[in-house]
């Protein structure tokens, strides 16, 4: 695999290592949140049930390995697609604005110098496809639910001129659930930290712990920043 190559797939692995899981925090909105059974199985109902989602992910640690810093972009559940794009550092080369998109069970990734290529699919990258990151049965839907210990927290202003009203969980996410997303991922468990709007839908997750072999915890940031999307994706020509 040439360098630039690894790049990129490199990238994408880390991506889907934190899947497709947007909120200001704020004063107290003193709005009682509910409990997390009750609450996570609804978050996920509305994931599950979306026509699609916009996210993005980002962190301001450096793990001192390759690793995810950024990404962003669009899933969608029927039919299964993805297209956005991501950035980090791998085999020491850091990089940006990597396009890749997922569509039709094939994954094109939008290579340095190379670029399209679907020379290097999910299996190769020790990762699931992206695009089935909604999937009600193997997507990250189930992070949510099989998370333990959970407790509610402080209900918080944020949002569009601070009209929003955001309740807060915090709690452990399984090393196998992460697992089910990325094979890979090191950790047993990730502290979890999610937000979830007064209609129930997950709009913020916070993922600390070991996604990276030979490397330092780190905290993901991951906005869902938008609902009941729908968008075609092709492949790219």
Not at 9 to 37: E, I, N, P, R, Y
Request: hydrophobic fraction near 35%.
């Amino acid at each position: 695999m040439t360098t630039p190559t690894r790049v990129a797939a490199g990238l994408l692995s880390a991506l889907v290592a934190v899947g497709a899981l947007t909120a200001c925090s704020g004063d107290d909105g003193g709005s009682k949140a509910t409990s997390w059974s009750d609450a996570g199985a609804k978050a996920k109902e509305l994931l599950d049930g979306t026509s699609g989602i916009e996210v993005s992910l980002s962190t301001g640690d450096d793990p001192g390995t390759d690793y995810l810093s950024a990404a962003s972009g669009t899933i969608v559940a029927d039919p299964p697609a993805f297209e956005g794009t991501v950035a980090g550092r791998v085999s020491g080369f850091d990089a940006s604005s990597i396009d890749v998109v997922s569509v039709d069970g094939t994954l094109w990734i939008n290579a340095p110098i190379l670029g399209w290529t679907d020379q290097y699919q999910p299996a190769d990258l020790c990762a699931p496809d992206p695009a089935t990151l909604l999937d009600p049965s193997t997507g990250v839907s189930n992070v949510l639910t099989s998370s333990t210990g959970v407790k509610a927290g402080k209900s918080e202003r944020g949002g569009t001129d601070n009209k929003e009203i955001f309740h807060t969980y915090a709690g452990t996410a399984t090393g196998d659930s992460i697992r089910a997303i990325l094979p890979c991922a090191e950790g047993d468990e990730f502290e979890a930290t999610y937000r979830l709007d007064d209609e129930g839908h997950l709009r913020t997750a916070r993922l600390t712990g070991v996604f990276f072999k030979d490397a330092d915890p780190l905290t993901y940031t991951i906005d869902v920043t938008k609902y009941d999307v729908t968008k075609d994706i092709s492949a790219p020509k």
